[in-house]
């Protein structure tokens, strides 16, 4: 890749395991030049079926990928925190200095289930890292923003726009929020001098799509690669090669959109 992010600085977050969108995201970031700064927190995946990484052997492969004069800063930090969103940001401020681009990639995962089992803790567990996290630290990053060109946002959703996810109410209402929220904070943002897209990376098996490390029975996963006209789940580059056209000069004219990336992926 060219090094069209030379000079920038980047917050990845969600970035605690060499299989996830996140440290994709972040190698394509730091081979385009930019000097990166990512959130881990490995208790919640220590809590999943694929297990956490090690945290120490994640960052490594990310400084390897570094270009001459990058850096790469590093925090832990759970999202589910009020002051987390600006904590955030202050903490890969004063680690590198003034940020370009937040790609809020993180998620919580499981604790969820049908309408019939929630609870407000349930409802509350995921707003409170995947919608309030987002919104605040985006709220931080554009205040230390001084209208320099190449300021970039992008958030994440999920599929619940183009089809049902019965099962995952708590997670689908907080995505769904920022996918519906993206036009008033990307109008807002603008003036700026801030681009702010949503995306959906569709099914990509980040290790939940295994077999042996699912959430899910086997069966379900068998239904579902089947929707993929090519034959294969997501990997965590596809969506990362989106992410890193978006924040660099080449996304410049994409303002307020929510974009699939899915392969194809057939909801019927």
């Not at 990166?36 to 120490?56: I, K």
């Not at 995952?168 to 929220?181: D, H, P, Q, R, V």
Request: hydrophobic share 45%; charged share 20%.
């Amino acid at each position: 890749m060219s090094e069209d992010l030379q000079g920038r600085t980047a917050v990845v977050t969600g970035v605690s395991r060499r299989r996830g969108i996140g440290y994709a995201v972040a190698s394509r970031l730091a081979r385009a030049g930019a000097s990166v700064f990512v959130q881990h927190w490995a208790p919640h995946d220590a809590e999943q079926p694929w297990g956490a990484d090690d945290v120490d052997a994640v960052l490594a492969g990310l400084r390897e990928q570094l270009v001459p004069g990058a850096r790469l800063g590093a925090t832990s930090l759970d999202l589910a925190a009020p002051t987390a969103g600006r904590e955030l940001v202050d903490r890969a401020a004063d680690a590198l200095g003034h940020l370009d681009v937040l790609v809020c990639n993180h998620a919580r995962s499981g604790h969820d289930g049908p309408l019939a089992q929630q609870t407000p803790e349930m409802l509350d567990a995921h707003w409170a890292v995947n919608t309030r996290a987002t919104i605040l630290a985006t709220q931080a990053f554009a205040d230390q923003h001084d209208g320099r060109p190449g300021g970039r946002v992008v958030w994440m959703t999920s599929g619940q726009l183009l089809g049902a996810m019965p099962s995952e109410i708590a997670y689908a209402a907080s995505k769904a929020a920022l996918a519906g929220l993206t036009a008033s904070v990307a109008d807002d943002l603008i003036g700026r001098g801030i681009v702010l897209n949503t995306v959906n990376p569709g099914p990509v098996n980040t290790g939940y799509l295994d077999v042996d490390t699912a959430d899910r029975p086997p069966e379900v996963l068998e239904a579902v690669l089947a929707h993929f006209p090519g034959g294969r789940f997501g990997e965590p580059d596809d969506p990362a090669r989106l992410i890193a056209w978006l924040v660099s000069d080449a996304g410049r004219w994409v303002v307020g959109q929510v974009l699939s990336t899915e392969g194809g992926f057939r909801r019927w």
